[in-house]
């Protein structure tokens, strides 16, 4: 599978966002989904995942209350709705997939990465 990330951009702390992220192939409900983000000089983290379904979803505690993953699997997309931007956001966001339906957060194999999307927030 293919990904690719996009909806990022430069917003004002306090600001809101939406990234995607489509997905190519026939078999994009298979995938568990997720976001990572890379801010610079530091490791790539864990933002977000969720379920095949979409019925489950888990997130790191530093955006819990304010990020939302979603996705549409009629679509082949998954979504990060950013809100309340801070700048230790600002980050490249990517999305990644692991061929599974199974759901064991916090763990997350990727076997598949998309292409970024910066994010900046300015103060």
């Known amino acids: 599978v293919q990904l690719q990330a996009y909806g990022g951009g430069l917003v004002q702390a306090g600001g809101s966002l939406r990234l995607s992220c489509a997905a190519s192939?026939?078999?994009?409900?298979?995938?568990?989904m997720g976001w990572f983000r890379q801010a610079p000089g530091k490791d790539r983290e864990f933002v977000a995942a969720?379920?095949?379904?979409?019925?489950?979803?888990y997130y790191a505690d530093s955006v819990k209350g304010r990020f939302t993953i979603s996705r549409v699997n009629a679509k082949n997309t998954v979504y990060l709705q950013v809100n309340n931007l801070k700048p230790e956001d600002t980050a490249i966001y990517y999305c990644?997939?692991?061929?599974?339906?199974?759901?064991?957060?916090?763990?997350?194999?990727?076997?598949?990465w998309g292409r970024g999307t910066q994010v900046t927030v300015s103060s």
């Open positions: 192939g026939r078999t994009f409900s298979s995938y568990t």
């Open positions: 969720i379920s095949w379904n979409g019925r489950s979803t």
């Open positions: 990644a997939a692991e061929r599974t339906t199974d759901w064991h957060p916090p763990r997350f194999l990727s076997d598949y």
